[in-house]
């Protein structure tokens, strides 16, 4: 899949990619495959881009699907992955998620067109990174370890969006000081923007189960799921978002 390689490697040198295409080619001389794949592509980016350790880019066995904590990393991931798809179809070109040998986690990677409004991009990005713990609390009632710092990217993002951008009618500084009523106006602002963003990011994802549920079983199955992959969910799903 020559789109989701490109995109993945997005503002990557030549040189890089060549890394990742001689890496591709000794991941499938090692399997003995007759041919490179996908699948050693997608090992090779992880590695290699991603900064994955080779022990964690494997299939998951079924039996990693009775894990409770790899079930919560794979719901939180599809949370995110959710989101960017119903915001914008097709720019999820990449989504991961492990837990093995005391080692956990996941990312999801979007891929966004240059010409984005940034207003646009920004909010994307807010109930994006919110999706991961609006899932787990739908599903689980409760948050994981990667919610923390999913809610500090989005409150960084809000307070600049806020401060910077006046998106609420508030700027940083008041005739070159900062006040303490205008401060306080402004998180005041930033905490209903956050709120509002999270309850959007928990109605796309009420209004979008099937491809929540079908990403998230993806992941528990694979742990790696590509463009193409996420594509085919969207197409058993019975709502397309």
Known sequence: DARTIARLMNGRSCAELETVINEAGVYAGYERSSEITMGHFMKAILHTVFDVPNGQISTFSSEKNNNPEFEH?????AGHAVIGEVIDPGSITLVS?????GERGGFTHCWEAEDTPALKSAERHIIQALGGAAATEQLFGSFDAGCARDLDQAFDAVWDLVTNNCTCGFHLHC?????????????QAVAAE??????KAKDILAQNKDLLEGIAQGLLQK??????????????CRKAA
């Open 194 to 199: 956050v709120e509002r963003y999270y309850r």
């Open 175 to 187: 005739n070159g000081r900062d006040s303490e009523e205008l401060r306080a106006k402004q998180e």
């Open 97 to 101: 998620a492990y837990a093995r040998e």
């Open 223 to 236: 742990g790696v799921l590509t463009a193409v992959d996420i594509a085919e969910i969207r197409k058993g």
């Open 73 to 77: 990393i794979a719901y939180h991931e």
